[in-house]
């Protein structure tokens, strides 16, 4: 199932944040090699985790199976803060959301589906709290995986060339692109409204 949880409720669920961090460590450190900090519990974290972000968890038996991390782009983010020059200046809306650290467990019973099912709940994330754009900086691997999945972003700036190129793009987020990507993931679309509405306490369809 998808999981909407902000840092401050991580801790009500140890098992799934002890494993989200410890898979984001082997994904960006130790199989892709970046500067990133591992502590000695093995988790990965940097000061973006500390401002309170939203994680969409895909969640297989308890554990982390798939993450990404949302923060607005009113307050700090990676993108303003380190590839502002990649998006043509800082992106500062209400209405754009910057998201990181999309991370599939090597653990995952059905990692193709586990992408998939992150990349719906990320539309669903921005239909239900009617934004416009996801914003996010990518390496060249990504492009090919964006594709598959069926949700392109919008490129707008890159730097460096073939494989060791990274770039900014814009997701668009709207009800097209969120149905497109509940057949993708083989999710119907009532089951990840669902899921969203569990979440932020809206009001559930009642059950005959």
């Known amino acids: ?3 909407y949880i902000y840092a401050d409720d991580l801790a009500r669920y140890p098992a799934l944040r002890n494993s989200m961090l410890r898979d984001r460590a082997t994904q960006f450190h130790d199989r892709l090699k970046w500067e990133v900090t ?5 988790f990965e974290q940097d000061q973006y985790d500390a401002l309170n972000p939203l994680y969409v968890i895909w969640e297989e038996g308890g554990l982390h199976g798939g993450s990404m991390r949302f923060l607005p782009t009113t307050g700090d983010t990676m993108v303003n803060d380190h590839f502002a020059h990649l998006a043509g200046g800082a992106i500062t809306a209400p209405g ?3 998201t990181t650290r999309f991370c599939v467990s090597p653990g995952s019973a059905n990692k193709a589906r586990a992408a998939n099912v992150l990349m719906m709940a990320g539309g669903q994330l921005g239909v239900g709290f009617g934004l416009s754009h996801s914003i ?3 390496d060249a691997r990504m492009v090919r995986i964006y594709r598959q999945l069926g949700w392109e972003p919008e490129i707008l700036g890159a730097d460096g060339t073939g ?10 987020f709207d009800e097209a692109v969120l149905t497109r990507m509940c057949l993708a993931a083989g999710v119907s679309r009532e089951l990840s409204q669902l899921w969203f509405d569990r979440a932020f306490g809206l009001a559930l369809p009642k059950v005959a």
């Open 1 to 3: 199932m998808i999981r």
């Open 38 to 42: 591992v502590d000695a519990e093995g």
């Open 96 to 98: 754009i959301w910057e």
């Open 136 to 138: 996010g900086v990518f």
């Open 163 to 172: 494989r060791d190129a990274i770039s900014a793009g814009l997701w668009a």
